[in-house]
């Protein structure tokens, strides 16, 4: 039974043994019933639901009659057993009810817009707008409380490791998670700004320097990027550094953490997690966070094509580029149309077209049969693994492209072929990344993870010769395709962190005025240190079995970046901009 203030209980309680007790009873109105001249309602609060009773003889029975959804009641009554064959056993307490004999209704409630007492589909900017009803509904109370259990479990399991939980400030200077900052105007420091942390990166190294040895923290960030549907602007990581550590000591802790986890709260027993290297993450999967609830791994099947005539996979050949295939079980039973919409989907992915083969029991059918020899056809077949009643796809392109659309295509047939269990849990480490891509934006190389990691052993020579070649100390952690979060060993050289900057072309200005409190920690002593991050949202997303992070999140901004509850963000009165030196350059129609 829940502990609830002296003297009342909860609603998800009594059972048959408290008949004859005197109770009282406080929550909201889930349902009413009038029936066979009693009134029934259904009481719920954060406990549960229990069944109480209106007799017309009672002088409560006339105010009950016009209770609604979502009223708020205090009873007190005496718990009795349900008459023989009105049991409910889909409740804990459905084996009795109250009989009250005495009602005071607490507050009033609106007709809500949608119904609380049910998990049915409701447009989700409704669900946001009245967020306080969508959270009494159960899905959102069985998350909400999913997720402390989550956070609760990795809390104890730092504590149990040695790890101190330290906060560092929200107001700070810009750390570079590659994303923009948000910024705060300070109103005492006339034209400075504070920068919302995207990670406490800096600050978590520094602990290193002070001393601390192991420092974890559940940790807010704050990232201004173009939204997702699994990306909020704000979200919550737990955040892990430590002192004279290898990556393998990394790995191993927050390994143990996840299994817990997963343990304490799931009651599921994990198996010890794969270990990729990047490049076999992509030559096999196509992606760098590969779902491997499922097989379906990729090949490249370009050597069989050596000389063709089919203009497609001749070009792309000759320019150095791969034809990549996927097995797709069962789908030599596709129809052409359906294949086209493969296509279709292929397109969207980035791809310039898609060629199909059909192992069906009568015969091999292709989009491209006059150009594919038997020799071939059969080639294809066996590296992709393919079984008569499977189809192969084909995708030709730069190597990077056609390895990249044939991992979304394999998670799209994944879903298609149900593959992708939801209950399944798939971990893995990605290993060995390069140190540098090219930045979408600005086409420029950028750190793959952030400008604190070290490079591989053995790798600083290429920083002069062939800098995208450089792999780094760094690891992502997977779960079911989705990348749980990075991390790395850091560079604790002072001279190799300036080293790094210039490599990416900060003047040795802007190394000072951006990070020059930093490189001078570095110059006292710093350990050699290493650490991660976890994104909670989408562990306690995956571990609830949803889809989208709003919906373990309490207040999530929705897709356009927009609290429609709170309807922030809004503008602000001019005095407001005045104290902070500011001026809205927006016309005053909001146009831009
Ligand atoms: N600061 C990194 C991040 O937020 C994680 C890490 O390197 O520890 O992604």
């Given at each position: 039974?829940n502990v609830?203030?002296?003297?009342?209980?909860g609603c998800?309680a009594?059972r048959a043994?408290?008949?004859?007790s005197?109770?009282?009873?406080?929550?909201?109105?889930?349902?009413?019933r009038?029936?066979?001249g009693?009134?029934?309602?259904?009481?719920r609060?954060?406990?549960?639901?229990?069944?109480?009773?209106?007799d017309?003889?009672?002088?409560s029975?006339q105010?009950a009659?016009?209770?609604r959804?979502?009223?708020?009641?205090r009873?007190?009554?005496?718990v009795?057993?349900?008459?023989?064959?009105?049991e409910?056993p889909?409740?804990a307490?459905?084996?009795?009810?109250?009989?009250v004999?005495?009602l005071?209704i607490?507050?009033?409630a609106?007709?809500?817009?949608?119904?609380v007492?049910?998990d049915?589909?409701v447009?989700?900017?409704?669900?946001?707008?009245?967020r306080?009803l969508?959270?009494?509904?159960?899905?959102?109370?069985?998350?909400l409380?999913?997720r402390?259990?989550i956070v609760?479990?990795m809390?104890?399991?730092?504590d149990?490791?040695?790890?101190?939980?330290?906060?560092?400030?929200?107001?700070m200077?810009?750390?570079?998670?590659?994303?923009?900052?948000?910024?705060?105007?300070s109103r005492?420091?006339?034209?400075?700004?504070?920068?919302?942390?995207?990670?406490?990166?800096?600050?978590?190294?520094?602990?290193?320097?002070?001393?601390f040895?192991r420092?974890?923290?559940?940790?807010?960030c704050?990232?201004?990027?173009?939204?997702?549907?699994?990306r909020?602007?704000?979200?919550?990581?737990?955040?892990?550094?430590?002192?004279?550590?290898?990556q393998?000591?990394v790995l191993?802790?927050m390994?143990?953490?996840?299994?817990?986890?997963?343990?304490?709260?799931?009651?599921v027993?994990l198996?010890?997690?794969?270990?990729?290297?990047y490049d076999e993450?992509?030559?096999?999967?196509?992606?760098?966070?590969?779902?491997?609830?499922?097989?379906l791994?990729?090949?490249?099947?370009?050597?069989?094509?050596?000389?063709?005539?089919f203009?497609?996979?001749?070009?792309?050949l000759?320019?150095?580029g791969?034809?990549?295939?996927?097995?797709?079980?069962?789908?030599a039973?596709?129809?052409?149309?359906?294949f086209d919409a493969?296509?279709?989907?292929a397109?969207?992915?980035?791809?310039?077209?898609?060629?199909?083969?059909?192992?069906?029991a009568d015969?091999v059918?292709?989009?491209a049969?006059?150009?594919?020899s038997?020799?071939?056809?059969?080639?294809?077949?066996?590296?992709?693994?393919a079984e008569e009643?499977?189809?192969?796809?084909?995708?030709?392109d730069?190597?990077?492209l056609?390895?990249g659309v044939?991992?979304?295509m394999?998670?799209?047939?994944?879903?298609?072929?149900?593959?992708?269990?939801?209950?399944?849990f798939?971990?893995?480490?990605?290993?060995?990344?390069?140190?540098?891509?090219?930045?979408?934006?600005?086409?420029?190389?950028?750190?793959a993870?952030h400008p604190?990691?070290?490079p591989?052993?053995g790798?600083?020579?290429?920083?002069?010769?062939?800098?995208?070649?450089?792999?780094?100390?760094?690891?992502?952690?997977?779960?079911?395709?989705y990348?749980?979060?990075?991390?790395?060993?850091?560079?604790?050289?002072?001279e190799q962190q300036?080293k790094i900057?210039?490599?990416?072309?900060?003047?040795?200005?802007?190394?000072?005025?951006r990070?020059?409190?930093?490189v001078?920690?570095?110059e006292?002593?710093?350990?050699?240190h290493?650490?991660m991050?976890?994104?909670?949202?989408?562990?306690?997303?995956l571990?609830?079995?949803e889809?989208?992070?709003?919906?373990?999140?309490?207040?999530?901004?929705?897709?356009?970046g927009?609290?429609l509850?709170?309807?922030?963000p809004?503008?602000?009165?001019e005095?407001l901009?005045?104290?902070l030196y500011?001026r809205?350059?927006?016309?005053?129609d909001?146009s831009r």
């Open positions: 039974m609830m203030e002296k003297g009342r209980t998800g009594l043994a408290d008949e004859g005197v109770v009282e009873l406080c929550g909201w109105v889930n349902r009413r009038d029936h066979g009693l009134i029934f309602v259904d009481l609060d954060n406990d549960g639901v229990t069944q109480v009773v209106f017309p003889q009672h002088p029975f105010a009659e016009h209770l959804h979502e009223d708020v009641l009873v007190r009554g005496t009795r057993r349900r008459p023989a064959g009105t409910n889909k409740l307490t459905g084996e009795i009810e109250v009989g004999d005495e005071e607490l507050n009033r609106q007709v809500p817009p949608f119904a007492n049910s049915d589909p447009d989700e900017n409704l669900r946001l707008e009245y306080y969508d959270l009494r509904r159960s899905r959102m109370q069985r998350n409380r999913l402390h259990r609760k479990a809390r104890d399991y730092f149990s490791r040695d790890f101190v939980e330290i906060e560092t400030p929200m107001l200077k810009s750390t570079p998670e590659g994303a923009r900052d948000y910024l705060v105007p005492l420091h006339p034209g400075s700004f504070y920068a919302l942390p995207q990670s406490p990166q800096m600050l978590k190294q520094i602990l290193m320097i002070a001393g040895g420092y974890m923290q559940i940790a807010r704050m990232r201004d990027e173009d939204l997702r549907a699994d909020q602007p704000e979200f919550t990581q737990v955040d892990v550094e430590m002192s004279f550590c290898t393998d000591d191993e802790i390994e143990s953490g996840m299994r817990y986890v997963w343990k304490a709260v799931l009651g027993e198996p010890p997690f794969a270990r990729l290297t993450a992509i030559a096999r999967y196509g992606v760098d966070k590969p779902d491997l609830r499922f097989g791994e990729l090949s490249d099947v370009g050597a069989h094509f050596a000389g063709t005539e203009g497609v996979f001749a070009s792309v000759g320019a150095g791969s034809i990549v295939a996927l097995r797709y079980p069962g789908g039973s596709l129809s052409r149309r359906d493969l296509t279709e989907t397109k969207q992915f980035g791809a310039k077209g898609m060629v199909w083969v059909a192992y069906a015969g059918k292709s989009s049969s006059k150009f594919l038997e020799a071939q056809l059969a080639a294809v077949r066996a590296a992709a693994n009643g499977d189809a192969v796809l084909l995708f030709a730069a190597r990077e056609a390895y044939a991992g979304k394999r998670n799209e047939v994944g879903d298609r072929c149900s593959l992708r269990d939801p209950r399944a798939a971990f893995c480490w990605v290993l060995g990344f390069p140190y540098l891509e090219l930045d979408e934006e600005t086409g420029k190389p950028a750190p993870h604190f990691t070290a591989a052993e790798q600083w020579e290429l920083m002069e010769s062939d800098p995208m070649q450089m792999r780094a100390q760094h690891y992502d952690m997977v779960l079911n395709g990348e749980l979060g990075s991390g790395s060993i850091r560079i604790h050289k002072p300036r900057f210039e490599m990416l072309g900060l003047s040795p200005a802007d190394v000072e005025h990070f020059g409190f930093f001078r920690a570095l006292y002593g710093a350990p050699p290493g650490g991050a976890l994104g909670i949202d989408r562990i306690a997303m571990a609830c079995g889809e989208n992070i709003r919906e373990v999140i309490a207040f999530p901004k929705n897709q356009v927009r609290d509850m709170m309807e922030a809004s503008t602000v009165p005095q901009l005045r104290d500011l809205s350059t927006v016309p005053a909001g």
